[in-house]
């Protein structure tokens, strides 16, 4: 029985690890961005809680919106 658990828990991290990398380097470079752009669509900080705080989601859809084209 414990094999099992130990083979299941080492099958969920082999799942869980790509995305936890993607996740990170994705926000690593969105605010690195956000540091040196000036001007966003919207206030700027709530750009920075959106990156941090909305995993996977949040640094993309702050290079989908929240960059300000000029």
């Not at 995305?19 to 752009?37: E, N, Y």
Request: net charge negative.
């Amino acid at each position: 029985m414990n094999e099992i658990i130990a083979e299941l828990e080492q099958m969920n991290l082999a799942v869980i690890l790509p995305f936890f990398i993607i996740q990170l380097i994705l926000m690593v470079i969105a605010l690195v961005d956000w540091f040196k752009i000036e001007k966003t669509n919207g206030p700027k900080w709530m750009w920075l809680f959106i990156i941090v705080l909305v995993n996977i989601i949040g640094p993309i859809l702050y290079f989908v919106i929240g960059r300000r084209q000029e």
